[in-house]
């Protein structure tokens, strides 16, 4: 059942209650009215009763005619007289007591018989034109009622069967779907949430196909970087190895050329080494098995450091508390982002990183000196670092200021660390 239709049924229930209350109220005061009437018509009969007996003459029919509520006819010998047809009706009988209505059969000295009653006929129909005019006003103003419901919600259910098809097809993927402009203030205001609620959806689907982008172009040039330090650096250093071992044969009578050889060949080794764990490091970052978040994010801005030659200072205030595995790893990445982004764009000569624990969880502030400038569009290291927040159930607050640098801010609840 539409929700109109719901709206006419309670209505007609309610106008179907009020009448009724107002029928029984009528009813009640009709019946008390009534009873007065009766009262003094049963006067009326009485004295009307006396005179016929006295004197049979002074009923003329000009008088008895124009009586109201009282009825008098005369009655032949072998006449009988029957109920009265009015009170056999249900309106009759209920204004009217059985043991009232009863008419009175006067035997005058001449041989007639006299029938006086009290006449209920002009009350009863009284009584039934209100209730007539009753029910005919509670209709019509039921009619007008529903009429004026259905003309007043006619634009509100316009607006919801347009923003019903217009929700079907936001969920068939038609993102550009819009609401046209209503001249009504609430309609024209969900018009408006409407829409901007398609067009941050809008909005987010092209930004999600972008991101999707910018993650399949990082994860080649991460595979491309990957393959040319395993040609270029690792390559070498085998090719080097396989030389020099080569370079050993021919030189098995020269104790000199050998030593000389195996050093080379332990420095080759040794980068080789170094080389892999750069690469391990980079995939996985190993020493969170072995180390504190603390230790491990200050080894990872040492080598940052030592690296892109621009000073990172690490604060450690109060106890770190110990967090899972899979928080440590998001955190270390985030770090590691945020820390590769300032290498990149901010132009940089000094980096503080902030990390404080507390009762009430851990914080993370990263502020760097450079030049402050926001980026035209969030790129992929802006944009990992909120997934990595979200994942972590943190709050990431990024802020920047032309000339005084970007500082992030993280607040991790104490419910994201195991104590």
């Given amino acids: 059942m539409s929700a109109l239709w719901r709206i006419n049924l309670l209505v007609s229930l309610f106008f179907t209650l009020v009448t009724l209350v107002c029928l029984a109220v009528l009813l009640r005061q009709a019946s008390h009215d009534v009873q007065r009437e009766l009262d003094a018509a049963s006067g009326v ?13 002074s009923l003329k029919p000009g008088l008895t005619d124009s009586l109201r509520h009282v009825r008098v006819r005369w009655l032949e010998a072998d006449v009988v007289t029957g109920p009265d047809p009015v009170l ?93 402009p209503h001249r009504f203030a609430e309609a024209r205001e969900l018009a408006e949430h409407f829409n901007h609620m398609a067009a941050a959806l809008e909005d987010a689907r092209l930004d999600n196909e972008r991101l999707t982008q910018a993650l399949l172009a990082l994860q080649e040039r991460e595979r491309t970087r990957l393959a040319q330090a395993l040609h270029d650096d690792l390559g070498q250093y085998l090719a080097g190895i396989r030389a020099r071992v080569c370079l050993l ?4 009578d020269q104790p000199a050329a050998i030593r000389e050889t195996a050093a080379h060949l332990e420095q080759h080794s040794l980068d080789l080494q170094n080389g892999f764990r750069a690469l391990v490091r980079d995939l996985y970052p190993v020493m969170l098995d072995h180390l504190r978040l603390e ?14 030659g621009i000073e990172c200072e690490v604060r450690l205030r109060g106890p770190i508390p110990t967090l899972s595995m899979d928080a440590k790893v998001h955190l270390y990445r985030m770090v590691q982002e945020a820390l590769t982004n300032v290498a990149r764009h901010a132009h940089a000569t000094r980096v503080c990183l902030d990390l404080r624990g507390d009762p009430l ?59």
């Fill in 295 to 308: 230790d491990a994010i200050g080894q990872l801005a040492e080598q940052w450091q030592s690296t892109q």
């Fill in 88 to 180: 056999s009706d249900w309106l009759g009988a209920w204004l009217y007591p059985a043991e009232l209505s009863a008419p009175a059969v006067l035997q005058l000295a001449d041989g007639r018989r006299l029938h006086i009653s009290v006449d209920p006929s002009d009350e009863v129909e009284e009584v039934r034109d209100s209730l007539l005019q009753l029910l005919v006003l509670f209709s019509l103003a039921l009619l007008l009622c529903l009429l004026a419901i259905r003309w007043a919600l006619r634009p509100g259910m316009r607006v919801l069967a347009e923003l019903f098809g217009a929700l079907v097809r936001i969920a068939d993927g038609r993102l550009d779907t819009r609401l046209p």
């Fill in 361 to 419: 969880g851990l914080r993370l502030l990263i502020r760097d000196d450079g030049h402050g400038q926001p980026a035209e569009r969030p790129g992929v290291g802006l944009r990992s670092m909120l997934e990595h927040a979200r994942c972590l159930g943190a709050r990431l607050r990024v802020r920047h200021r032309a000339g005084k640098g970007w500082a992030l801010y993280l607040k991790l609840p104490l419910q994201g660390a195991t104590s």
């Fill in 45 to 57: 009969v009485r004295y009307l009763g006396e005179m016929a007996e006295r004197d049979p003459d």
């Fill in 249 to 252: 044969r021919v030189q098995a």
